[in-house]
C-alpha cells in the first residue's frame, strides 16, 4: 500500500526551486558583509619564468587601496607540501598562490590588489606593473610523449589499469581488426557561477568563509592546515553552489588568498575570479589514446589494446581513469591497457564531470564503431555479442547490471531498427541523415557521511549535513527521504547543508552524494524514530510498551504498529511529552568506514546506452543533434524530475564535448586564447533538439540499503562518441579529434 | 628574454557620484563612482544579488534584466546610463510566496539545476514575452540563446516558456 507520505520515486519539484527562481538562493560572492573589502587578482601573462620586479608603490598611492599582495609581502603561513594537499589533491607538490617568484603557468595569480570597492581593485590590478624574466616553456603534449611515464598512485582512489591474457595472441586470433588513434583537447568546465570566496572577519581570526565548492569541510580542511586555524575559526559555508562540474572538487587559489588578506588586514574581503580567470586553475586533461580491436568470424572481441596519454602539470600528478573502463564494458580475455602522463608547463589537471571515463568512451566507443563496420555487423548487434555479464576487470559478479536493458529499450525508443547501415544512406530531403550510438559505465560509489535529525515540538523534522548543492538536487532528494522515512508530509521537513558546523560529509562528486548521505538520512531517521519509541514508552500508550523499532512504522506523521495501525501516535505529541524543545539522533559512520576495508564482492556500477540522430547540411557540413534517446540503468531513481535534468545535462555535455568544447592553447605563449564564453562555446538553447532519458528498471539490494548507484556522471558518456559515429553515418568521414568541427568535415 | 606588461599610467580617479535608480518600482540614491557596472551596482551596492555575474563580458546573460521591459545584459552597462529608466530585477518580478507564472513555471518544469543562470533566464523570457517576438519553440530557442545554463536545463527551459508564451497567447486571441 502506498502511503500518503512516500516520496521516494515520485517525481518532485525541487525543494529549493523558489529560493532559486526569485533570486533568494544567496551563492559565495553574495554575502553582503558589512565593511567589506574586495580584491582583485593579477594573473601571469606568461607561461614559465619569474617575476622580477614588483611596482606597487603607484597603485598603494591611490585613495582607496589597501594592500598590494604578492610573493614579496605574503608571509609564508605553512612550509611543508602536506599542508597544502586537499582530499582529493594527487601525487605531487601542490600549487601555493603567491608564493615565491616562480611562474608555473599562464594566468598563474601573481598579486592580490584589495581596495575598498570592487571598481576600485579592478582598476588598481589594471595599472599594477610587474616586470617578468620569461624561460622557454612546453605545453604541446604532442612533442613530449617520449618523455611520458607510469604515474604513482598519488591520487586517493586511482588504480592503474590492470591488463589480463595476452592481446597480441587475441589480435592475431581475429579475423578482423581496427586500429586508430583519438584525441579531445582540453576542456573547461565553465561553471556559470564563476569562483568566489567571501570572508567575513568576525575578530580574533574568526573567520565566516563563504566558498564556493563542491566540498565545505574540503575547503575548511585546506584552510586550517595552511593558516594554522582552528576548525571553530574557519567556518566554511556554502549553501548553493552555482555549477560545479568537478571544479569545485578541490579549493581554488581564491579561497586561499581572501583567507590571506582577512587575516593579515582584519577585515572582511570577498576575492572573485573573472571569467578568464576561470580558465585558470583544473580543466579536462588533453588525452591522446590508441585503440586496437580483434574480432572472431563470430563478431566476438578477442583482442582489445586501448593506451592513452594525458597531461599534467611540472609539479603534481593528476591521475584518473581513462582506459580501465574498456577492460569491464565487453567481453573479451586478452585486454591490454596503458596509462601514462606527460608533464607540461600548465596548471594541474582536474576531475571533470566523469572524469576518465568522458575521455577514455569517446576513443572506446569509436573503436567499437569502426569494428562493428570492420565485422560487418550493426553496431547495436555488435554490442549485444560481445556483452559482459560479469567485471572481468575485477573478476566479481555485478551487483546488477541491466545494460542490456538499456540497449532494447533505447533503440526501441529510438527506432533503431529502421537504420540502414551504409553511410550516406539516409536522407531527409537534402540532409544527411546519421544514427550512431555508445554507451558506458560508472563507478556506484559510496562514501561515510554523517547525517543528524531533529524533531522540533511542532512537528518539524530537520535534517543536516554539510553536503553541498551543484544543482544535482541534493535539498530536495534529502527531504524526500527524510519525510518518507519518518512518515511526515514533505512541508514538514528541512534539509540543510552545506555549513561545516554541521555533521561531516564527503565532497560532492564521484557521482555518490546520492547513496552516501541518502543511506545516511535513512539511519539517522531510524536512530531518531528509536528514540521517538522510547519517548513513547515512557508515556501512556500501552501498545508500545513492549515494542521493537521493527514493530512500529512512520506514517501519515504516526508512529504506529505494523500489526495494527490503528495503535498510534501523532510524532508531534511525543516530542512535546519529552518536555524537550526537540529530539535529536545521529547516525554512526563506523559501519561504513569499515566496509570501505573490505574487498568488495560485487562490482558495482551505473550504465548508460545512448542513440543520437544527426542531420548533415552537404555542402556546408553543419551538424545538428536532432535527437538524442539515452537510457540509463542507475539503480533505484529517488526523483524521476530532477534525475531526468541530470540526464539531460549530461547529454548536452555529450553534445558540447562532440561538437564545440575546446580550451584552444597558443602554444607560443603556452596560454589557453579562449578564454571566454564568446570563444569557448558551449552549447546554447538553439543547438538542443529532442532529447529523451529513459530509466530502465533496475533493483540492486547489494549496492547500498536504497538501491541507489548516482547519475551526475554516467548520462554524459558515450554521448560524444555517438554524435561522432551518428556523422560517419551520415557523412562517411570518420573523425577522431574532438571537437567535431566543421573544417573536419570539409 | 624578459618581459613587461605594459600597465597603463594611473589616472586621476574619478569621484564619487550620486546616481538616482528605479528599480522594481522604488526610488534608490546611490553614491558611486561613474564607471559602475548596473550589474555591480545591483549586487554590491543595493544587494539586490538575484542579478547574477557569469562573465561580465555580455556573454552569457546570466546578468539580464529589464529595462523598461527591454532585455537588456547589465554588465554592459553602466548604473548612470540607467538613471530615469525603469529597472526591473527577479526580485521584482515575484516573490517566494507570490510567484510570477514565469517563476512558476520554471519550477514546475525543473527549468534549471544550480539555479544560477536562472533569474537571468526568466528575465530574458520575461522580456521576450513582453516584446511580443516569443511564439514558435523554434524562435525560443533562439531568442533564449543569449542565456547561457551550463548545467543544460535547455529543453525544460523551453517547455517552461512556451507554457507561459501558450497561455498568453491565447489571452490575445
Known amino acids: 500500500m502506498t502511503l500518503q507520505t512516500d516520496y521516494i520515486g515520485k517525481p518532485t519539484s525541487r525543494v529549493d526551486g523558489p529560493a532559486k527562481v526569485t533570486g533568494t538562493a544567496k551563492y559565495a560572492a553574495e554575502y553582503n558583509v558589512p565593511n567589506l573589502l574586495y580584491g582583485y587578482v593579477v594573473s601571469s601573462p606568461i607561461a614559465k619564468g619569474k617575476i622580477t620586479k614588483i611596482d606597487a608603490a603607484p597603485v598603494l598611492a591611490l585613495p582607496g587601496v589597501q594592500q598590494v599582495f ?19 589533491a594527487p601525487g605531487g607538490s601542490p600549487f601555493r598562490p603567491l608564493h615565491d617568484a616562480e611562474i608555473k603557468y599562464s594566468l598563474q595569480p601573481v598579486a592580490l590588489v584589495v581596495a575598498d570597492t570592487f571598481e576600485l581593485a579592478r582598476y588598481a590590478a589594471s595599472i ?19 618523455e611520458a611515464y607510469e604515474p604513482g598512485r598519488g591520487k586517493a582512489g586511482y588504480q592503474p589499469p590492470k591488463s589480463r591474457g595476452n592481446f597480441g595472441k587475441g589480435w592475431k586470433e581475429g579475423v578482423a ?45 585546506l584552510v586550517t592546515k595552511v593558516f594554522g586555524l582552528s576548525k571553530d575559526q574557519a567556518r566554511v559555508i556554502s549553501k548553493y553552489t552555482g555549477g560545479g562540474f568537478g571544479s569545485g572538487l578541490r579549493p581554488q587559489y581564491q579561497l586561499l588568498l581572501a583567507v590571506m588578506a582577512s587575516l593579515q588586514l582584519e577585515r572582511s574581503v570577498r576575492v572573485s575570479l573573472t571569467r578568464e580567470q576561470m580558465f585558470s586553475f583544473g580543466h579536462r586533461a588533453e588525452t591522446l589514446q590508441h585503440v586496437a580491436l580483434a574480432t572472431a568470424a563470430d563478431g566476438s572481441l578477442t583482442g582489445i589494446n586501448h593506451f592513452a596519454v594525458a597531461e599534467t602539470s611540472q609539479f603534481e600528478d593528476f591521475t584518473e581513469n581513462v582506459v580501465g573502463w574498456s577492460g569491464m564494458l565487453y567481453n573479451c ?16 589537471p582536474l576531475d571533470m564531470r566523469a572524469p576518465g571515463a568522458a575521455s577514455g568512451s569517446i576513443a ?78 560508472w563507478d556506484a560509489s559510496k562514501m561515510p557521511a554523517t547525517v543528524k535529525a531533529s524533531l522540533d515540538a511542532d512537528g518539524h523534522l530537520t535534517v543536516s549535513s554539510g553536503t553541498n548543492e551543484i544543482g544535482t538536487g541534493t535539498y530536495t532528494i534529502m527531504t524526500q527521504i527524510a519525510a518518507e522515512s519518518m512518515g511526515l508530509p514533505i512541508e514538514a ?127 556546408l557540413m553543419t551538424v545538428h543533434v536532432t535527437r538524442v534517446v539515452n537510457a540509463v540503468a542507475a539503480g533505484r531513481i529517488i526523483n524521476p524530475k530532477t534525475a531526468r535534468s541530470q540526464v539531460l545535462g549530461s547529454v548536452v555535455w555529450g553534445l558540447g564535448m562532440a561538437l564545440m568544447e575546446e580550451s ?83 | 628574454m624578459s618581459q613587461v606588461t605594459q600597465a597603463p599610467p594611473p589616472v586621476a580617479l574619478a569621484p564619487t557620484q550620486p546616481v538616482s535608480l528605479t528599480i522594481n518600482g522604488q526610488a534608490h540614491t546611490l ?125 525544460n527551459i523551453l517547455s517552461a516558456v512556451m507554457e507561459v508564451v501558450g497561455r498568453e497567447l491565447k489571452i490575445e486571441n
Open chain 1, 70 to 88: 604578492s610573493h614579496e609581502n605574503v608571509p609564508h603561513y605553512a612550509l611543508l607540501d602536506r599542508s597544502y594537499k586537499d582530499q582529493i
Open chain 1, 128 to 146: 599594477l606593473h610587474i616586470e617578468y624574466e620569461e624561460a622557454a616553456h612546453e605545453t604541446e603534449l604532442s612533442q613530449h610523449i617520449d
Open chain 1, 177 to 221: 581488426h581496427m586500429e586508430a588513434q583519438y584525441s579531445h583537447h582540453a576542456q573547461h568546465h565553465n561553471p556559470m557561477e564563476m569562483f568566489a570566496t567571501t570572508v567575513e572577519w568576525l575578530g580574533d581570526k574568526n573567520l565566516n568563509i563563504y566558498d564556493k565548492t563542491q566540498g565545505a569541510f574540503n575547503s575548511q580542511l
Open chain 1, 333 to 348: 580475455k586478452n585486454v591490454e591497457l596503458g596509462y601514462r602522463l606527460a608533464k607540461g608547463d600548465i596548471y594541474t
Open chain 1, 364 to 441: 572506446l566507443e569509436i573503436a567499437m564503431d569502426e569494428m562493428a563496420y570492420a565485422a560487418g555487423l550493426d553496431p547495436l548487434e555488435f554490442r549485444l555479442r560481445n556483452y559482459s555479464d560479469i567485471d572481468q576487470a575485477q573478476d566479481l559478479p555485478y551487483s546488477s547490471k541491466a545494460l542490456r536493458k538499456c540497449y532494447h529499450e533505447g533503440a526501441a525508443k529510438f527506432g533503431w531498427e529502421q537504420r540502414t547501415p551504409e553511410p550516406g544512406s539516409m536522407r531527409d530531403g537534402n540532409l544527411l541523415v546519421g544514427w550512431g550510438m555508445g554507451g558506458g559505465v
Open chain 1, 493 to 619: 521537513v528541512t534539509f540543510v547543508l552545506g555549513d561545516t558546523t554541521l555533521p561531516q560529509s564527503p565532497i560532492q562528486g564521484g557521482s555518490w552524494t546520492a547513496a552516501s548521505v541518502g543511506n545516511s538520512v535513512v539511519e539517522a531517521c531510524t536512530k531518531l524514530g528509536e528514540a521517538l519509541l522510547k519517548q513513547a514508552q515512557k508515556m501512556d500508550h500501552p501498545a508500545f510498551k513492549d515494542a521493537k523499532i521493527d514493530d512500529v512504522q512512520f506514517a501519515n506523521g504516526q508512529m504506529r504498529l505494523r500489526a495494527d495501525d490503528t495503535q498510534a501516535v501523532v510524532l508531534r505529541d511525543v516530542v512535546q511529552a519529552s518536555g524537550e524543545p526537540k529530539i535529536d539522533a545521529e547516525n554512526s559512520t563506523v559501519l561504513a568506514k569499515l566496509e570501505m576495508l573490505k574487498p568488495p564482492r560485487y562490482s558495482m556500477h551505473a550504465h548508460n546506452a545512448v542513440f543520437v540522430e544527426v542531420k548533415v547540411d552537404p555542402e
Open chain 1, 664 to 746: 584552444v592553447m597558443d602554444h607560443r605563449f603556452g596560454r589557453y586564447m579562449n578564454h571566454s564564453l564568446a570563444e569557448y562555446h558551449v552549447p546554447v538553447n538553439a543547438d538542443i533538439h529532442d532529447i529523451d532519458v529513459v530509466f530502465v528498471s533496475e533493483e540492486d539490494d547489494k549496492v547500498n540499503p536504497l538501491g541507489i548507484k548516482g547519475l551526475g556522471e554516467v548520462g554524459l558518456l558515450g554521448v560524444a562518441a555517438a554524435v561522432a559515429n551518428a556523422i560517419y553515418h551520415a557523412t562517411g568521414k570518420r573523425v577522431r579529434d574532438m571537437p567535431i568541427t566543421i573544417d573536419k568535415l570539409l
Open chain 2, 31 to 155: 553614491q558611486i563612482a561613474p564607471w559602475t557596472t548596473l550589474l555591480d551596482a545591483l549586487r554590491e551596492y543595493l544587494d539586490l544579488t538575484g542579478t547574477k555575474k557569469g562573465c561580465d563580458h555580455g556573454q552569457c546573460g546570466a546578468c539580464t534584466v529589464l529595462v523598461d521591459g527591454k532585455r537588456i545584459n547589465s554588465c554592459l552597462s553602466l548604473a548612470v546610463m540607467q538613471e530615469g529608466s525603469e529597472i526591473q530585477t527577479i526580485e521584482g518580478l515575484g516573490s517566494e510566496d507570490q510567484l510570477s507564472p514565469l517563476q512558476q513555471a520554471f519550477i514546475d518544469h525543473d527549468a534549471f539545476q544550480c539555479g544560477y543562470c536562472t533569474p537571468g533566464q526568466i528575465c530574458s523570457a520575461q522580456g521576450l514575452i513582453n516584446e511580443g517576438k516569443a511564439r514558435t519553440e523554434a524562435e525560443v530557442r533562439e531568442l533564449m540563446s543569449g542565456n547561457v545554463c551550463r548545467c543544460g536545463a535547455y529543453s
